[in-house]
């Protein structure tokens, strides 16, 4: 008796075959529950699969070239560059006032007015604009006081430029804008993907803390080897926006800003029995520039894909081209303007080094220095003057050239898979 009680199952109550079948039930439950138990930092791991993978078919652009990269990139800056120069142009001139350079009418001075007038100079109407009633007479000459010419904030600068120097005037600078973004970014965007998806190989098999980071270190290295190769088109622009000139007369274009610039150089150079090549000086300010935009590329980027991956995250498996727009000129808008904010300071030390008209000054400025004489003039108010215009141009441009650039790789990326 006891000898059989021992030879039966546990279960002797239930059949064979449904003991057979539960087991194999609760073994598939186990299975099912470790698969989606499992936690990593705070996030179940299958989340975090499904969510990289979204992004990886979104961001990557699955099996997208070069050239398909590099066109929406271009794109991207086109529009961006045309809807957002305005608000840099405000920027550029606060900035420039508040590193000294005298704004006031571009004939105030007697060697221009014969220039411009010749044997009229001496009834010269030098009034801000011809419905200006607070200039007065001195002589012959209508002038403003200074006060027309001194800008006291972002809409101010807007009413002057407009009123001064036409509407126009606020897209000065929109040629070099466009010659230095499609490039940039077509070089920028492309380079990201490329080394954040690497990156995101790499650490996921060799060191999986490290993952988070990727984006950090991808958009560093990419915005350094853009800035890097299209710099001096971006001295031109800044330049081009920092200086005033009469309103209808010619503007000098990136060319001859630039050849204006080596020429200075020359100059000073055989004045002071300088020997160094004057092709250096277009890359004046190369230093501040990269303080500025690495650390701006580096925030972010390690705010925008977060968010981005949330945000894709809640529109599911089946993106379409609008949950796509929408997720990432979301997360470009945010990430936009927390990192402008954030590296005001080292944007004012770039234009100051950009517009320094001395060659050899402006060769031995560092940025550290420039960021102290800026501090020492205007305290904290001096390191984010501009602060309004940049954000309100850094929010909505990341979040236009992101999100332009993601919806023609996803357009691209759907026709490739159809055909």
């Avoid at 014969?114 to 009834?123: E, L, Q, R, S, T």
């Avoid at 402006?362 to 954000?391: C, I, N, Q, S, Y």
């Avoid at 850094?394 to 490739?416: D, M, N, R, T, W």
Wanted: proline share 5%.
């Amino acid at each position: 008796m006891a000898e059989g009680l021992k030879q039966q199952p546990a279960n002797s109550w239930m059949p064979t075959a449904e003991q057979s079948s539960r087991m194999d039930e609760f073994d598939k439950n186990v299975s099912l529950m470790s698969e989606s138990m499992v936690i990593v930092d705070g996030i179940e791991s299958s989340e975090i699969s499904r969510t990289r993978g979204n992004h990886l078919d979104v961001s990557s652009g699955g099996k997208l070239g070069l050239p398909e990269r590099a066109f929406s990139a271009a794109g991207a800056a086109f529009l961006s560059a045309i809807l957002v120069n305005p608000l840099d142009v405000v920027k550029t001139r606060l900035q420039a006032q508040a590193a000294g350079v005298a704004y006031s009418h571009p004939l105030s001075n007697l060697t221009s007015r014969m220039a411009f007038f010749g044997p009229h100079m001496m009834f010269a109407d030098l009034r801000c604009s011809p419905s200006c009633t607070r200039a007065g007479v001195h002589g012959t000459v209508a002038i403003c006081p200074p006060d027309c010419f001194h800008y006291k904030g972002t809409l101010d600068v807007f009413y002057k430029i407009i009123r001064q120097e036409g509407f126009t005037a606020l897209w000065r600078g929109t040629n070099a804008g466009l010659a230095l973004a499609m490039p940039t970014v077509g070089i920028y965007l492309p380079c990201y993907d490329i080394f954040c998806h690497r990156l995101e190989e790499f650490t996921t098999k060799n060191a999986p803390g490290l993952t988070p980071y990727a984006p950090l270190v991808a958009g560093s290295l990419a915005r350094s080897l853009a800035c890097t190769s299209c710099y001096p088109i971006e001295l031109a622009r800044t330049r081009m926006q920092a200086f005033k000139h009469a309103h209808g007369d010619r503007r000098p274009g990136v060319l001859k800003t630039l050849i204006d610039v080596i020429s200075q150089v020359k100059s000073t150079s055989s004045f002071s029995n300088n020997s160094t090549p004057s092709y250096r000086a277009l890359w004046t300010g190369l230093g501040s520039q990269l303080a500025r935009d690495v650390p701006f590329s580096a925030i972010c980027w390690s705010t925008l894909e977060p968010v981005r991956r949330r945000l894709l995250g809640l529109a599911g498996d089946e993106a379409n081209a609008l949950s796509v727009l929408g997720a990432n000129f979301s997360a470009g808008f945010i990430a936009g303007s927390l990192a402008a904010a954030a590296t005001c300071p080292l944007d004012v030390a770039k234009t100051r080094k950009q517009i320094e008209k001395d060659p050899a000054r402006a060769l031995k400025m560092t940025t550290r220095h420039t960021l102290l004489e800026v501090w020492r003039d205007g305290g904290m108010k001096g390191l984010f003057t501009g602060v309004g215009p940049r954000v309100g141009r850094a929010g909505p441009s990341v979040g236009i050239v992101i999100s332009f650039y993601e919806v023609v790789k996803h357009v691209l990326h759907h026709q490739y898979a159809i055909s």
